[in-house]
């Protein structure tokens, strides 16, 4: 490190220990070296702890996906101080489900607040979130990374998914991270509880309320039913079902042995379907590549481009709460200023 920051051993290590004073050129470099931004060294971290989604190993560490959702964090917050019009609007919190019926409770009721009937798929999850006050974010994190991960903010809250996952998944980990969202409070994140709750239990009643948040007993009872007495084979009706509510096989196939719908074994045989290009066509469905990376709220789009086109912030500044998804070609040319304009800034 004091090697890549241009310092002696003995310098890096008293600034460490506050015993030496650091210039703004010194931090610059060694937030470069550490990849961190500036503020990152000045400014309080957001409140909240980060709470995720880990099949793989459910409340391990996922620092990657972590720093991103700070990044993501103190971004809106900036936004935040800077944009009057850019507000998230405020949610109660909702009482932890203590049991499966109760994650389908609160599953229910989530849905009443994003507007849905009891019965309709979850389309554009994103923006029905954002209702809520929580911000969808879809990036590319890497592979060996948690699936999604979410915090609260003072107002509001961030959800990132992992945009290596499909379109099906993506769906149920955001979702997934709406109950924490719900659920947690800044303080009270599922994976730190140990004593209080078993971690692997209580994700899986949010997987559970994930589940029936985009597949409603009523709905999907109804939809499997009618198909069914159409004559579809399982597989045809697996394939629709998965199309009309925009979730992978796992997903439905679980669902529909919780609902009594399927015996395990024509659980199994839809958790092995694949969509084709045919099925595509023959069963004229619907192709939605809901969150595909990189995507970023709308809200937050449009707070970053009203702050560049009023001059608040640079384009540099721009494309970096674009979270470099965009450049700076991309952003709208800015109408020249009047000669008289100059007294603003020596004045």
């Known amino acids: 490190m004091a090697a890549a920051v241009a310092l002696d051993r003995s310098s890096l290590a008293k600034i460490e220990t506050g015993a030496r004073r650091v210039s703004a050129l010194e931090l610059a470099r060694i937030a470069e070296a550490v990849g961190e931004r500036f503020e990152w060294f000045v400014e309080d971290e957001p409140a909240a702890i980060v709470s995720r989604r880990n099949l793989q190993e459910p409340g391990a560490p996922s620092p990657r996906l972590d720093q991103m959702v700070e990044r993501i964090a103190r971004s809106v917050e900036f ?88 379109t099906g998944r993506r769906r149920l980990a955001v979702v997934h991270e709406l109950g924490h969202y719900l659920f947690a409070d800044e303080f009270t994140v599922d994976w730190r509880i140990g004593e209080q709750d078993d971690s692997e239990a209580w994700e899986s009643r949010l997987d559970r309320f994930a589940r029936a948040t985009l ?45 009594g719908l399927v015996n395990q074994a024509e659980a199994d045989s839809v958790r092995h379907i694949r969509t084709t290009k045919a099925d595509i066509i023959d069963h004229n469905l619907l192709v939605a590549q809901e969150l595909e990376p990189p995507s970023l709220p709308r809200p937050y789009l449009k707070s970053v481009l009203r702050l560049y086109r009023g001059e608040t912030i640079s384009a540099a500044r721009a494309t970096d709460l674009l979270l470099d998804t965009w450049d700076e070609a991309d952003l709208p040319p800015l109408a020249p200023l009047p000669e008289q304009a100059i007294w603003t800034f020596v004045s």
């Not at 109660?92 to 009721?109: F, G, L, Q, Y």
């Open 215 to 259: 597949l409603p007993p009523s709905g999907l009872g109804r939809a499997w039913t009618e198909l069914r007495e159409l004559g579809d084979d399982l597989r045809t009706v697996a394939v629709k079902l998965a199309s009309r509510f925009r979730v992978d096989m796992s997903t439905l196939s679980r669902r529909l042995l919780e609902l």
């Open 79 to 166: 936004l935040m101080r800077h944009d009057l019009e850019f507000t998230l609007p405020s949610c109660s919190p909702m009482d932890r489900p203590s049991s499966v019926n109760a994650a389908e409770a609160a599953a229910t009721a989530a849905r009443s607040l994003m507007g849905l009937s009891e019965a309709e798929p979850c389309p554009d999850v994103s923006a029905r979130l954002a209702t809520l006050g929580l911000l969808v974010f879809s990036l590319w994190v890497g592979d060996e990374v948690a699936d999604a991960g979410s915090i609260l903010l003072r107002q509001g809250g961030v959800a990132l998914v992992n945009g290596n996952l499909r």
